[in-house]
């Protein structure tokens, strides 16, 4: 009963923020310390002024350094999900984005995530270009938190090209032991205006 409960919180949040008027988001910005106040304005103003994204979700590695072989043949290596988000790319290239997404976790149930991705990208614009970046998220999953959402930062690799980004992040054992976390999951992004 919790896990549904905090799904149905998580989902409400994910439609309110998705349908809410970024004017209405920006008024709060002012109100926030100086520190706060910038990166709430980056996340509203990339929320207003950006392009649409569609997310594509596909695949996780479970390491087999840190789980066994038979708890890896349980997992769900295909992540299947999608997400939508707004992307602006700035004049050096850096790109922030705010985004909702939710695939098929390792065990087959969804995973709830909304947040902001920053990435920063060398070479040339015209060809295939490598990233890094980050990003921070809020995400509910029913084996964590008992399905309360909770915050999450995580690394960003990426590869460019044109108006298509593949990603991978690298999600670390948290916990400690054998068959807990250590998993590097793939996703992508196609700038759609």
Known sequence: MRVQRATAIVATAMTLWLGAAAPATAAECADLWQWLNSACRRVVDTYKDGNNVLLVSGYSWHTPW??????????????????????VERENGDTD??????????????????GYAWSTYWGSRSGVQPGLGYTAMIMA??????????????????LRYDRVTAFTTYIPNFGGGV??????????????D
């Open 66 to 87: 840190t789980w066994t072989a038979e708890k890896r043949a349980e997992e769900n290596e295909y992540a299947w999900g999608a997400g939508w988000g707004r992307l």
């Open 97 to 114: 984005t705010v985004y909702a997404l939710v695939f098929s976790d390792s065990h087959r149930k969804p995973e709830y995530n909304v």
């Open 141 to 158: 999953r029913s084996d964590i938190a008992n399905g309360w959402p909770f915050p999450v930062a995580l690394p960003l690799f990426s």
């Open 179 to 192: 068959n807990n976390g250590s998993v590097f999951y793939v996703f992508g992004s196609i700038v759609l």
